[in-house]
């Protein structure tokens, strides 16, 4: 029995040796790579690199493309923005000169005309998207209001606006400008 065992031992040393040398042949041919085949390897390698490279690229521009189109959207739909801004002041001057009370006939014929042209001025402005801020009686918000008085005496409740200075415009979404208020506490 001590023959088997040793005759079995020796079978599988040869078996397992044999299992090397064609591990050893196979790891071999792994390593010792032809020419042509690192070529190959490099030209895939290369190849990879470019098309990561390509999308890459490829989704740089779509973004560039979609951040102009926004762009151009916020150019159209705010374009009034510079010239609404430079007739606000026009626009507070002819407010105040509409309340000034008019003693005779030609100072209210006057003040007929230029209320006339305050409203087609107010039109033409509103056709544009801009549009003034309700402010008396109701609550204070800091981004459609500037408050620049704050009183204690007053009807309505605490944080409301009582009075307004100078009127708020918005242009589309935007706010052109806050109104001047002043504000119970």
Do not use: C, W
Not at 69 to 89: F, G, H, M, S, W
Not at 109 to 118: A, D, I, N, P, S
């Amino acid at each position: 029995m001590v023959e088997k065992n040793e005759q079995a031992t020796v079978e599988n040393e040869e078996v397992t040796v044999e299992e090397n040398e064609e591990t050893a042949e196979a790891v071999q041919e792994e390593v010792e790579v032809s020419p042509e085949q690192q070529k190959i390897e490099e030209l895939e390698a290369k190849l990879e690199e470019s098309e990561n490279r390509y999308l890459r690229l490829q989704a740089d521009f779509d973004n560039f493309r979609r951040r102009m189109r926004l762009d151009q959207e916020a150019a159209q739909k705010y374009r009034a923005q510079n010239l609404v801004t430079d007739i606000l002041p026009a626009l507070d001057n002819f407010e105040r000169a509409l309340k000034v009370e008019a003693e005779d006939e030609k100072t209210k014929t006057f003040l007929q005309g230029m209320e006339m042209v305050h409203r087609q001025l107010l039109e033409a402005l509103k056709n544009e998207g801009l549009e003034a801020i309700d402010s008396v009686g109701q609550e204070f918000d800091p981004h459609l209001h500037q408050a620049v008085m704050q009183v204690e005496e007053g009807e309505g409740e605490s944080n409301t606006v009582l009075e307004e200075f100078q009127k708020g415009y918005k242009l589309k979404d935007r706010i052109i400008r806050p109104s001047m208020v002043k504000v119970k506490q």
